[in-house]
């Protein structure tokens, strides 16, 4: 659903540009100015009766005209629970930190189009809105965009996306995959594990493989290859500062 401003455009459907496959939405910011007034683009509403995280994504592109403006386009991402009697706002960006493209490009005069991204000039975004929106309840996003006639702006890619943890990953804060592994496996932890030291991994015979050091900045998802060794049992133990955790792999 469109919420216009009233003004000379408003969002709608093109071909002139995507991120992917052939249609994205724009708004032709470089043709009209709202004058502070808003244009909203309404999902559906949606809901999701379980997640452990809820992720919003979308592909947007936008170019200055005038990189020194003083009143840049806004583009701001705006979630209601209510059917619109209430917003909260979740992103929003404007002039250079909402540009996809630097320098700001030029147009011969008289040209009436502005900005059309290529491929390579699209910035994907990625918002948590986990704790903002509680399993079952219903809600709708609304792209709001603010145009001071600088540039137009794209939006493509737009999906919501439900996430849950691995059961074993919940309860330990850790989870380590494949098991049985071809020639990889990965440890991932539930956050980030600034207490883990060393990551170890020895052969049946006890000859050390594998070692891998920390000093508080590992990250959430560490890879292990063990391509080069032969298929068997090996042992795994990873060092934190307040404990010891072993397990075993096979290798196939």
């Not at 804060?173 to 883990?196: A, D, E, K, M």
């Amino acid at each position: 659903t469109i919420d216009s401003s009233g003004s000379g455009y408003s969002w709608e459907k093109t071909s002139l540009a995507a991120s992917q496959n052939d249609e994205s939405m724009w708004i032709r910011n470089f043709r009209f100015n709202s004058n502070g007034k808003h244009d909203d683009l309404y999902s559906q509403l949606m809901h999701f009766e379980n997640f452990d995280s809820l992720i919003v994504q979308f592909d947007v592109a936008h170019a200055q005209r005038s990189p020194s403006s003083f009143a840049p386009d806004t583009l701001e991402v705006l979630l209601t629970e209510d059917c619109a009697r209430t917003f909260q706002s979740i992103y929003k960006k404007w002039g250079a930190d909402l540009a996809t493209v630097s320098p700001a490009p030029s147009y011969p005069p008289g040209d009436t189009l502005g900005f059309i991204p290529t491929a390579t000039q699209w910035r994907r975004e990625y918002l948590d809105i986990t704790s903002r929106v509680s399993p079952g309840t219903k809600f709708m996003l609304v792209f709001r965009n603010t145009s001071n006639q600088e540039n137009n702006t794209f939006l493509d890619l737009v999906s919501v996306r439900p996430v849950i943890l691995p059961l074993k990953l919940k309860e330990n804060g850790f989870v380590i995959y494949p098991n049985p592994f071809q020639g990889q496996f990965t440890i991932r932890h539930l956050t980030l594990p600034t207490t883990l030291r060393a990551v170890v991994v020895t052969n049946a015979a006890g000859q050390t493989v594998y070692r891998r050091q920390f000093s508080g900045d590992a990250g959430n998802y560490i890879d292990v290859n063990l391509g080069v060794y032969s298929a068997g049992m090996y042992h795994l133990k990873m060092i934190y500062t307040d404990k010891v955790v072993n397990t075993k792999l096979i290798r196939r």
